[in-house]
């Protein structure tokens, strides 16, 4: 789960890490307000989505005033008629896509006087499935195009959790980003404040980009982006409240409700598919005989009739979808049950594009009855192969 800037700022407040006092405001009339809360005399105007890129981002409402997603004001004034601006329109960005994301807040915030720009992350290593860190001295930037560019300036190592966070991560941060003097020792405080926050909230994704070093000197938090794994948000009610369902899409969204793990992608072909594993080489083989996925779809070792369903519902729910493919090999899952679901959901959508059915496991006989007596127009296949080769003849023409 992702949340905000403004919040992930709040959560970095009350750890102590040093950030800008700022507001959070989702109506025009209250942006003057909250300016003048703020002591000035630089105002910072963020729009909030969860994406990055904000400050190269376009708006698709172009006008005379765009100027993307982070724009500086001299007045409250000001500050209040750039949040006017920004609110209700589209911010396109390169995280965003095509789409974009409708700005439904902004943040407004002191600005900084900015002496040096760094790049700061925590993050779950899965190699060593450890919390790791990852500094780098370009900070403003896109961290994939400095580790393809110049790999050196970037530092990576993962903290062993018997110890835990030791100074001397710290110091090894704050070395290799060339800091000095009192700069050593905020590091240090802060390296410690964000890997506690870390396992506190059990994070998965801690980005500061940029951490700044001030004019006076200084280290803070400019910008910052928090994920949190979703299977441990039962044990933190307070992060759990911070979610923001207009961020999300909303097939992923309803399937989150029935424990579906569905992800939405840009292809043409809907895929259902028990295993994670095998909704990966679903994938795969649809790509190998010339389609795209319109997305991932794994309903568990567990679906019930009723979850078949409303994954089915989903799927056909993306206008893109022109033909869809279930691949279900029956272990722990029934195949009789897939079927039984399939051919619910077919009724109750009236499927109007062309579907495949490969089932192979449990129960496959009676699965394979179901469909074959249903009445239904379904394409059987006999494995994976000739499943993939199927739809993609049928949607292709």
């Known amino acids: 789960m992702n949340i905000h800037e403004y919040q992930a700022k ?51 409402e172009a006008d005379a005033g765009d100027k993307g997603g982070v724009r500086l004001a001299k007045t409250v004034e000001e500050a209040a008629a750039e949040a006017r601006r920004m609110l209700g329109r589209t911010l396109v960005t390169k995280q965003t896509g095509p789409a974009g994301k409708q700005v439904n807040r902004i943040y407004i915030e002191d600005g900084s006087g900015i002496s040096r720009e760094l790049y700061l992350a925590l993050l779950v290593d899965r190699k060593t499935s450890r919390v790791a860190y990852v500094a780098s001295t370009e900070g403003g930037m896109d961290i994939e195009e400095v580790a393809e560019k110049t790999p050196e300036k970037i530092l990576t190592f993962s903290v062993d959790p018997a110890a835990g966070y030791q100074p001397y991560h710290g110091r090894r941060i704050a070395f290799m980003l060339g800091l ?54 039962y044990r933190h009610s307070d992060i759990a409240a911070l979610r923001d369902e207009t961020e999300e899409d909303p097939k992923e969204l309803e399937a989150s409700k029935f424990d579906l793990n569905y992800v939405a992608l840009d292809g ?13 080489a679903t994938m795969d083989i649809i790509k190998l005989y010339g389609a795209e996925p319109a997305n991932f779809l794994d309903v568990g070792g567990g679906a019930t009739k009723e979850k078949v369903t409303e994954a089915f519902k989903i799927i056909t729910s ?6 869809i493919l279930v691949n279900i090999f029956g272990g722990i899952m029934r195949c009789d049950v897939i079927a039984e679901g399939v051919v619910t959901a077919v009724k109750d959508t009236g499927l109007s594009v062309p579907l495949v059915v490969r089932l192979e496991g449990t129960n496959v006989e009676k699965g394979k009855e179901i469909i074959n007596n249903s009445g239904l127009n379904v394409i059987a296949a006999d494995d994976l192969k000739d499943g993939a080769e199927k739809i993609v003849r049928a949607v292709k023409g």
């Open 268 to 280: 043409e072909i809907g895929c259902m598919v028990n295993g994670a594993g095998l909704a990966m």
């Open 180 to 233: 000095e003097g009192q700069q050593v020792k905020q590091c240090v405080r802060l390296m410690g404040i964000l890997y506690q926050m870390f396992v506190d909230k059990d994070m998965s994704m801690l980005e500061i980009n940029p951490l700044i070093v001030t004019d006076k000197g200084d280290l803070k938090c400019l910008d910052a982006k928090m994920s949190f794994d979703s299977n441990a948000l």
């Open 318 to 323: 993306d206008p893109n979808v022109k033909g």
């Open 10 to 60: 709040a959560l970095l407040r009350d750890y102590g890490a040093p950030v800008s006092d700022g507001r959070a405001v989702t109506k025009a009339d209250e942006a003057k307000t909250a300016a003048g809360e703020l002591d000035g005399p630089l105002w910072v105007v963020k729009a909030q989505i969860h994406a990055g890129g904000r400050g190269k981002g376009s708006f698709k």
